[in-house]
């Protein structure tokens, strides 16, 4: 599966940003999904997840309340609503993907198997 994120852009502290990670190959349906970002200079951070149905979602504590993770497996599509937004969270984000039918989450880079291009977010205070 291939995977597209896009919706990245230049927002001011408070503001929002809906991110979006589109799957082509085959249907997303099936697959759990992680959202992770990279800020310069850091290593590659988790910031949430969802599983192959939606019903299970996980949240690092730095977002969790802020940032929700919801999917649409119709449209073949994963999203990351930020909300909030502070300079901190300015990265590149990144989504992964990896075919797992339980109801399950995880949050390190090794637990998945596709991963997007990544798009950049950038917060200005």
């Known amino acids: 599966v291939q995977l597209q994120a896009s919706g990245g852009g230049l927002v001011q502290a408070g503001g929002s940003l809906r991110l979006s990670c589109a799957a082509s190959?085959?249907?997303?349906?099936?697959?759990?999904v992680g959202w992770f970002r990279q800020a310069p200079g850091k290593e590659r951070a988790f910031v949430g997840a969802?599983?192959?149905?939606?019903?299970?979602?996980y949240y690092a504590d730095s977002v969790r309340g802020l940032f929700t993770i919801s999917r649409d497996n119709a449209k073949n599509t994963v999203y990351l609503e930020m909300n909030s937004l502070k300079s901190e969270d300015t990265a590149v984000y990144y989504c992964?993907?990896?075919?797992?039918?339980?109801?399950?989450?995880?949050?390190?880079?090794?637990?998945?198997?596709?991963w997007g291009q990544g798009t950049q977010v950038t917060v200005s205070s």
């Open positions: 992964a993907a990896k075919f797992d039918v339980r109801a399950m989450v995880f949050g390190t880079s090794k637990d998945y198997d596709y």
């Open positions: 969802i599983s192959w149905s939606g019903g299970s979602t």
């Open positions: 190959g085959r249907t997303f349906s099936g697959y759990r």
